[in-house]
């Protein structure tokens, strides 16, 4: 957030505290490209959370309207066969499937440092036969700090900065976190909860709920989550400010030119009464799990040259066997994702911040995409 840190913040109390509660927005700005809902027309218009995000974190044409900052990368999938008990879907079968994805930070700002409290985030596009893709938008933390469309949109236009201040209104994010307290668990749990020191070392959760449906007809409700063979490290809070700009996306690169990264992807089967519909509540972690298969990511990219640039993440593109559940977020993140593609596709094209980078090779000339129709099959 401009005009101040978020560490520094955190370290306040009483009203203070809730300015820092605010500045978790850029994080919660760009997990809304996890985020989503019914639109009824007359109310709630996917261009309105467009909208709200081009005015929390400033309009960068060319750029996602949310998770701005990233860096592609490519890898293939192998399943173990123990998913199709609970889906039909081919990704589960024992086969190697090929993927590509993107690491990236919350937040709006193409440009902006690595030094935040914010999330780590891995969107994935897997590619499967006969033309079906399965679109993952993943997240270290395996919650959201909103459980509505409606919440997510004032939550933004409560924590926009004042042009004036470069700070968000006090007044106006205590009246939000009034009516809001999952948003303030969430704030609290992102200040006390340890940050991974890399991409590489990071849990990656659906954060919502799916369906899964075998070939038995039997539906289940799962989450599922992506386990790191990378051990877990704790970065460092009091130590952001003075990070360098790209030290993270520089230190995932890194570990990539030494060899792959593996992850364990495993679906998580809930208890009665643990809630599908609330991306705000966790569910326990004694809820039993399975392991499906192996993520192997090869090496990385700059989106400037890389194959992720023009790629919509946006989670309801599911294979058979999988489909929403009745998470209220999940339909509008559809309708979100393509009003932003829409819009930045016909805008021209800026290098990424990762092409200034050193770490990273001088990109090659990149054309924008054509403008097309952001139709599920299109890209974002």
């Known amino acids: 957030m401009p005009g101040y840190r978020v560490q520094d913040i955190l370290s306040r109390r009483s009203l203070v505290s809730l300015l820092a509660i605010a500045a978790v927005a850029g994080g919660a700005t760009a997990a809304f490209a996890y985020a989503g809902g019914w639109l009824t027309p007359g109310r709630l218009q996917p261009a309105q959370i467009v909208n709200a995000l081009e005015g929390h974190d400033g309009k960068h044409e060319g750029f996602r309207r949310a998770h701005a900052k990233g860096l592609c990368v490519v890898g293939h999938f192998d399943g173990n066969g123990q998913g199709l008990a609970l889906s039909k879907a081919s990704l589960f079968r024992q086969a190697t499937t090929p993927v590509i994805g993107r690491f990236s930070l919350a937040g709006g700002v193409p440009n902006a440092g690595d030094g935040r409290i914010t999330f780590h985030s891995l969107a994935l596009k897997f590619d499967l036969p006969r033309g079906e893709q399965w679109r993952m938008a993943l997240n270290h933390v395996p919650v959201f700090p909103v459980a509505t469309p409606q919440a997510f949109l004032d939550f933004q236009l409560a924590t926009t900065p004042d042009p004036a201040t470069g700070k968000p209104d006090p007044a106006k994010v205590q009246a939000y976190m009034a009516q809001h307290p999952e948003t303030k668990a969430f704030a609290d749990y992102m200040a006390k909860t340890p940050l991974p020191s890399s991409f590489a070392n990071a849990n990656y959760n659906s954060v919502d709920a799916f369906r899964f449906t075998n070939d038995q007809g039997q539906t289940r409700v799962v989450r599922w989550i992506f386990t790191p063979e990378a051990p877990f490290e704790e970065l460092d809070k009091a130590t952001l400010a003075d990070r360098p700009r790209d030290f993270l996306f520089d230190e995932v690169a890194g570990r990539l030119a030494q060899g792959p990264l593996v992850w364990h992807l495993s679906v998580i089967l809930p208890n009665a009464g643990d809630p599908t519909d609330d991306a705000t ?97 299109s890209a974002q």
């Open 281 to 377: 509540k966790p569910w326990p972690d004694d809820r039993q799990r399975v392991e499906v298969g192996t993520l192997t990511i090869d090496r990385a990219v700059t989106e400037d040259d890389g194959p992720c640039r023009d790629v919509n993440f946006d989670p309801t593109i599911l294979p058979a066997g999988v489909s929403p559940s009745d998470d209220p977020l999940l339909a509008a993140r559809s309708s979100v994702y393509a009003v932003g593609y829409t819009r930045r596709t016909g805008e021209p094209a800026a290098a990424s911040a990762l092409a200034t980078d050193k770490a990273f090779p001088a990109p090659a000339t990149h054309q924008p995409a054509a403008s097309q129709p952001a139709a599920k099959e």
